[in-house]
């Protein structure tokens, strides 16, 4: 997936269900969640451990979700990634988004043969900074040198 399709996604895109969000500060999920949440973004916490992340109701499961859902980003080992396709299929998703180092290219294939769009072994958070404007010194080095934000395209 290209950079311009990415920053589409993040663009059109703004309910995240979060598989696996973790309420433990030090999680990845937790700052990455904390990150869009403070972008703008609404963050459904899949979580069957908690009853409430980052002030947000968390849901045992997918299909425990009331409303839509845009984008079913897993924190999910990859072999466990199969098992939420079809419930990401079931919700009409339009984005299946499995985080750094979570690749299963089987249930990506089902996941597109469904129509969905499938990012792989990506950060939501790190995607959104590289690609908006937001990293620092801390970040990860964009290789990208301006003082403008780049142009949004449809």
């Not at 969000?21 to 700052?31: C, G, I, Q, V």
């Not at 990012?119 to 958070?125: A, G, I």
């Amino acid at each position: 997936m290209n950079d311009r399709q990415i920053r589409n996604i993040l663009n059109s895109h703004k309910t995240v269900a979060m598989v696996g969000l973790s309420a433990n500060w030090f999680r990845p999920s937790f700052f990455a969640a904390k990150y869009l949440l403070e972008r703008g973004y609404q963050v459904v916490p899949v979580n069957p451990n908690y009853d409430e992340i980052l002030g947000q109701k968390c849901y045992p499961d997918l299909a425990s979700i009331p409303h839509t859902i845009d984008i079913v980003d897993l924190f999910q080992r990859a072999d466990q990634v199969e098992r939420f396709v079809q419930p990401a299929i079931d919700m009409q998703a339009k984005v299946l988004w499995l985080q750094l180092g979570i690749i299963n290219e089987a249930a990506a294939a089902k996941a597109i043969q469904a129509g969905l769009e499938v990012v792989m072994d990506r950060c939501m958070k790190i995607e959104y900074a590289r690609l908006f404007g937001g990293l620092s010194w801390m970040g990860v080095n964009t290789g990208i040198i301006s003082s403008k934000r780049p142009r949004i395209l449809p």
